[in-house]
């Protein structure tokens, strides 16, 4: 997106000698720069979350604008898009972006008097807007765009309003919610796709924009972007780049964590740290990049924020490992605007309070309670698109549309099944079939979606293959579907399918009985008086694998091969794939819970569920990978560590109880009230700094809701302490002796959870 800057203003604050500019942008904006001003109160900065670990604490800039000679009014600040107009938050004195945001229009008032007075603005950071925003959405965003020359397009003209048509097969690609850029003509801009139609070789393509006049045929380049792939293993780099980018906001991140996974490349949680994509499936649809967030952020215990002009993670239990009685030097990895590592460094924002001149009178103390227990609890829930494609929603691109009689049919590329062993292979397709009846009730509905086999010869068992299926050693599964050939074969007929299992070297396949031999298939009996014209249904149970490696699903095509493809076809629906885990040598796990606890009485703990964990077995939703292998299947994470650490978390969740309990497990303080600087060494406040208190100075508290007034020079916040000198060595430059006899003096556990009668 191009942006340009419209506004403009400058100010003073009363205290430190401070002077800053905001700068106001709007999207494709070319025009001059205008000077506003600013109110007594011009610019506050807020995060508003009590909790210093929250998961994600967004932040919000409020600018008050005078009306003046300009004549600035709301109504100028009036955008159809969300992202219309721009700010950025600057330190004229070091040039230091202090806030970068999109203006939120719902949260902007103007009293309405005919005499000089304030607009309100709000602008966001843009953590809260992606709960609108599915990571789905995010991977076009982030996508990789392609210039395709010589496009031919036009007007259609019943509604020409909306929807261009071309019989380029460039537009194939595209699906609903797809973004699409045409460089030149009448219908130049980027565009979204809401519904496209493929009819006698022409493509309609309805879009978002309902003020296309009639254009006749031309020429132009059209741009089409390529969204990253969810698919398969991606690091939680990625999914941090994806999000993060989704907001568009352009900085990178400092991540403040040293924690990574035992046998990872980089020594870097985010980049050896990986998830199968498709854990953020539910129901069919891709989940928000906010949840995603959330629930990555929950179970590290990271806390995500802007400060300082650019995006911040924290993990605020690894405090311990670098405080000293000088205070606290924590490390980090710096990533760059494009989420490539770049560095590991060091930072010193330490803060002093409480020294007699910082602090406003009437500081408020207050407890938090210590915790009896920290638990984290993972249920194991099945990928519910371990079988790709198995509920045939994922189009491929558009072959043909004609009409049938009183219906349409519509034929797209069956994505995510693959060639089988022999060719030539088959077709393969799913059907789409749409009541084109204008006297029926269930007019322009969908009737029937099935996945067609047609021109199968050789192996007709293994005509289409499934995408791999990560499978253990001793666990099981029961495959079931539907199936009906478009040609009358009279019962009592045999067909055989294949469901296979390899490790690289041996092949196995699972047979009628459900055991597992180098033999091909099972076979399914469509017992006397049945016709394989309608539809049969399918269920085969398997035992135990033998070995762990790679499974694979078959389409086969249940007609007669002659000597000459045959056009008849194997129709299939309902497919459907349930694995059963052999664990600790029961079938019945369905969790496990790790837990952090000590012997005292207390009515209070942290008490949460995790959606991403080490598993003991693959093929587990929110399983943990590295980015090696072992044979054919992806390592899962096991054990965890800090560099150059002498101990090893066994589990994750032994290291983000143990830790998480560490700033818990007895009274902490907290401080409320007002901070009358918010330079302090020549560092800006921000979530980031860390407080020593200066009537004792081996406390470490961090800051949880903050409101800064950059006029006055002062800031309300929160401090919540989660160290003291009992907790970290004074002289020991990090040493972690404090944090490991702790460890030792408590009680952790690792329990599998069991399905109850």
């Known amino acids: 997106m191009s942006y340009g800057e419209i506004y403009n203003a400058d100010f003073d604050s009363f205290e430190q000698l401070l002077t800053y500019r905001l700068k106001i942008y709007k999207k494709d904006y070319t025009g001059s720069i205008s000077n506003i001003l600013l109110s007594g109160n011009p610019v506050i900065h807020e995060w508003q979350d009590d909790d210093p670990k929250a998961p994600i604490k967004g932040s919000t800039l409020k600018v008050s604008i005078l009306t003046d000679s300009y004549n600035v009014e709301l109504s100028d600040f009036y955008s159809e898009d969300d992202y219309g107009f721009a700010c950025e938050f600057i330190r004229k004195e070091t040039d230091e972006v202090l806030f970068q945001g999109y203006l939120l229009q719902d949260d902007s008032t103007e009293l309405q008097v005919d005499f000089t007075h304030e607009i309100q603005l709000t602008f966001t950071d843009g953590l809260g807007l992606l709960k609108g925003v599915t990571i789905g959405q995010a991977a076009v965003i982030t996508g990789v765009p392609t210039t395709y020359s010589s496009v031919t397009v036009e007007s259609y003209i019943p509604s020409f309003a909306s929807t261009i048509k071309s019989s380029n097969a460039v537009f194939a690609q595209l699906r609903p919610g797809d973004v699409f850029t045409i460089t030149s003509g009448g219908f130049q801009g980027t565009h979204t796709v809401i519904g496209i139609n493929f009819l006698s070789g022409v493509y309609y393509i309805q879009t978002n924009n309902n003020n296309f006049i009639i254009t006749a045929s031309y020429t132009t380049n059209v741009i089409i972007t390529t969204p990253y792939p969810l698919t398969g293993y991606i690091p939680l780099l990625d999914i941090y780049k994806l999000c993060l980018k989704a907001t568009y906001i352009d900085t990178g991140l400092y991540f403040y964590s040293r924690l990574y996974p035992v046998g990872g490349n980089n020594e870097r949680l985010l980049d050896d740290t990986f998830v199968q994509a498709e854990t953020y499936l539910k129901n069919g649809d891709w989940m928000d990049c906010y949840t995603i967030l959330e629930q990555i952020n929950s179970r590290f215990n990271i806390s995500l924020f802007q400060a300082h002009g650019t995006w911040v993670a924290v993990r605020w239990d690894e405090l311990y490992r670098y405080t000293t009685t000088a205070g606290v030097n924590m490390q980090y990895h710096t990533y760059s605007n494009n989420f490539v590592y770049s560095a590991t460094s060091d930072t010193n924002d330490n803060w002093i309070f409480r020294d007699g001149s910082d602090m406003e009178v009437g500081v408020l103390k207050s ?72 006297t029926s009730e269930t007019f322009g509905q969908e009737l029937d979606r099935t996945a067609v086999v047609v021109n199968s010869t050789g192996d007709s068992a293994r005509s289409a ?98 000597a000459t493809p045959s056009t008849d076809e194997t129709l299939y629906n309902d497919l459907t794939l349930v694995i059963s885990y052999l664990i600790n040598g029961s079938g019945k796990v369905i969790g496990h819970t790790h837990t952090d606890s000590q012997a005292n009485q207390i009515k209070n703990n942290i008490d949460k569920e995790i959606f991403i964990d080490d598993v003991p077995r693959t093929s587990i939703t929110g399983a943990l990978y590295l980015e090696s292998y072992s044979g054919l299947l992806r390592d899962l994470t096991v054990r965890w560590q800090y560099p150059s650490a002498s101990y090893t978390f066994a589990r994750l969740g032994q290291g983000t109880t143990e830790e998480s309990f560490f700033t818990n497990y007895k009274m902490r303080s907290k401080y409320e009230g007002k901070l009358l600087y918010i330079k302090q060494d020549d560092l800006m406040l921000t979530p980031l700094a860390v407080f020593k208190d200066n009537l004792n100075n081996a406390f470490r508290f961090v800051p949880g809701k903050m409101t800064i007034d950059y006029k006055n020079a002062q800031a309300d916040l929160l401090l919540v302490e989660l160290l003291d000198s009992a907790d970290f060595e004074p002289g020991g430059a990090g040493i972690t002796l404090e944090f490991l006899l702790f460890a030792g003096s408590k009680l952790y556990e690792f329990n599998y959870l069991y399905e109850k009668y």
């Open 367 to 438: 407890v938090n309670r210590a915790n009896q227990f920290v638990r984290e609890t993972f249920d194991y829930v099945q990928p519910e698109s371990l079988l790709c494609n198995h509920d045939l929603q994922d189009l491929g691109p558009i072959i043909q549309e004609y009409n049938s009689g009183l219906y349409t049919i519509r034929e797209y590329v069956l994505n995510s099944w693959f060639n089988g062993p022999f060719s030539p292979y088959p077709d393969r397709f799913i059907r789409i079939t749409i009541d084109n009846d204008v």
């Open 465 to 562: 293959k499934s995408c791999d299926i990560p499978l253990s050693e001793g666990d099981s599964l029961e495959y079931s579907f539907r199936f009906r050939t478009s040609v009358s074969q009279a019962g009592s007929i045999n067909n055989v399918f294949a469901v296979s299992i390899t490790d690289g070297t041996t092949t196995y396949f699972v047979q009628t009985n459900g055991s597992w031999a180098t033999t091909l298939g099972f076979t399914y009996n469509t017992p006397a008086g049945s016709n394989t014209i309608d539809w049969q249904n399918v269920t085969i149970k398997s035992d135990p694998a033998p070995i762990s490696g790679i499974v694979n699903i078959y389409l086969a095509e249940a007609t007669p091969n002659g």
